[in-house]
């Protein structure tokens, strides 16, 4: 195999920029088909990208024999089914978040991967250059052991995070697996996770305020297994003058500070005061999917495993039920 030929299962909102256009510009990559169930947008997105087939069937696509990867970007709900599906064809997987509905479908998907599969999962702000730098920061210990944790994602009724569609799937547990926080938190505790570790233990309690049906205000605490400690909160119902997104990092020596949706860093310690600042890619899926391609190929490491996968699905649940 030299090179991966992608068909997208879901070519909506976020495939149209964040991640659609990078499956061509990554070098052995190719995007060579598109499904979605509405046939009349599967066909614009194909014309619009120069994609060669599209369908409005899952198998469909999969009995193209020139694909040899997926990218599953459908609600969370269909994930597991269409996943099942992938693994039967042999194909690669690259996975939206979260990966399934809830931990428990996560830890099925896990018993059904054997070690002739590759899937990874779309944790794709790992590869950013912000975060990377934030990792690089805690791992070279420039601000002494770690100690603890604090993050705050406090945004209004009209969030400018969240991605915004026709009809907001988001907020039907149904399909979605739990309202906003089931659709952004799956980012920030897979990076705590990635930064620090194996998790010991980890609990939460959450409140619905919205439509009493997803959970509007979620508190969650994570205990590390290096000692390491965590402490989150969500809030999807904040005045709009108390929005807020910030992420600091507390070590013997002094604070790491950063935000999920913006490009900078701020370094503060005993001996210095630094602001680092990055452009992130126009396709921000672009360099997680480039190691991607590589890791199918046989020439590089999973960036984001199931196992990964199944840990966040795990967090989400303590932290909302």
Same mark, same amino acid.
């Given at each position: 195999?030299?090179?991966?030929?992608?068909?997208?299962?879901?070519?909506?909102?976020?495939?149209?920029?964040?991640?659609?256009?990078?499956?061509?510009?990554?070098?052995?990559?190719?995007?060579?088909?598109?499904?979605?169930?509405?046939?009349?947008?599967?066909?614009?997105?194909?014309?619009?990208?120069?994609?060669?087939?599209?369908?409005?069937?899952?198998?469909?696509?999969?009995?193209?024999?020139?694909?040899?990867?997926?990218?599953?970007?459908?609600?969370?709900?269909?994930?597991?089914?269409?996943?099942?599906?992938?693994?039967?064809?042999?194909?690669?997987?690259?996975?939206?978040?979260?990966?399934?509905?809830?931990?428990?479908?996560?830890?099925?998907?896990?018993?059904?991967?054997?070690?002739?599969?590759?899937?990874?999962?779309?944790?794709?702000?790992?590869?950013?250059?912000?975060?990377?730098?934030?990792?690089?920061?805690?791992?070279?210990?420039?601000?002494?052991?770690?100690?603890?944790?604090?993050?705050?994602?406090?945004?209004?009724?009209?969030?400018? !995070?969240?991605?915004?569609?026709?009809?907001?799937?988001?907020?039907?547990?149904? !399909?979605?697996?739990?309202?906003?926080?089931?659709?952004?938190?799956?980012?920030?505790?897979?990076?705590?996770?990635?930064?620090?570790?194996?998790?010991?233990?980890?609990?939460?309690?959450?409140?619905?305020?919205?439509?009493?049906?997803?959970?509007?205000?979620?508190?969650?605490?994570?205990?590390?297994?290096?000692?390491?400690?965590?402490?989150?909160?969500?809030?999807?119902?904040?005045?709009?003058?108390?929005?807020?997104?910030?992420?600091?990092?507390?070590?013997?020596?002094?604070? !790491?500070?950063?935000?999920?949706?913006?490009?900078?860093?701020?370094?503060?310690?005993?001996?210095?005061?630094?602001?680092?600042?990055?452009?992130?890619?126009?396709?921000?899926?672009?360099?997680?999917?480039?190691?991607?391609?590589?890791?199918?190929?046989?020439?590089?490491?999973?960036?984001?495993?199931?196992?990964?996968?199944?840990?966040?699905?795990?967090?989400?649940?303590?932290?909302?039920?």
């Amino acid at each position: 195999m030299k090179t991966i030929n992608w068909g997208i299962i879901g070519c909506g909102d976020v495939a149209e920029i964040k991640s659609g256009p990078a499956f061509q510009k990554v070098k052995n990559s190719k995007l060579i088909a598109v499904m979605r169930r509405n046939s009349t947008k599967a066909q614009d997105f194909a014309e619009r990208h120069q994609v060669p087939f599209w369908y409005d069937s899952v198998d469909e696509l999969l009995q193209n024999s020139e694909i040899n990867a997926v990218y599953i970007a459908t609600p969370p709900s269909t994930h597991l089914a269409i996943a099942k599906k992938c693994l039967l064809t042999k194909k690669f997987i690259y996975l939206e978040k979260p990966i399934t509905l809830n931990f428990a479908e996560a830890i099925e998907l896990n018993t059904l991967i054997d070690k002739t599969d590759k899937l990874v999962v779309a944790h794709y702000r790992r590869k950013l250059p912000t975060f990377e730098k934030v990792k690089e920061l805690i791992d070279t210990a420039i601000i002494g052991k770690i100690l603890f944790v604090d993050l705050q994602i406090l945004q209004s009724k009209s969030n400018n !995070i969240i991605a915004k569609t026709a009809t907001n799937w988001r907020l039907e547990p149904a !399909i979605s697996g739990g309202g906003y926080f089931h659709d952004i938190a799956p980012h920030q505790i897979d990076l705590m996770y990635y930064y620090f570790g194996e998790i010991k233990r980890a609990q939460g309690f959450s409140t619905s305020l919205l439509n009493n049906k997803v959970d509007t205000i979620v508190n969650g605490i994570i205990e590390f297994k290096n000692g390491i400690q965590f402490r989150g909160i969500w809030n999807f119902d904040a005045p709009e003058k108390e929005i807020k997104d910030e992420c600091k990092i507390y070590g013997e020596n002094g604070t !790491i500070t950063f935000s999920f949706y913006s490009e900078k860093i701020f370094l503060s310690t005993d001996k210095q005061e630094e602001v680092f600042t990055f452009k992130n890619p126009i396709h921000v899926q672009q360099p997680m999917i480039e190691q991607t391609v590589r890791y199918f190929l046989g020439q590089d490491v999973n960036p984001c495993s199931i196992k990964n996968g199944v840990c966040v699905m795990k967090i989400l649940d303590n932290f909302t039920t």
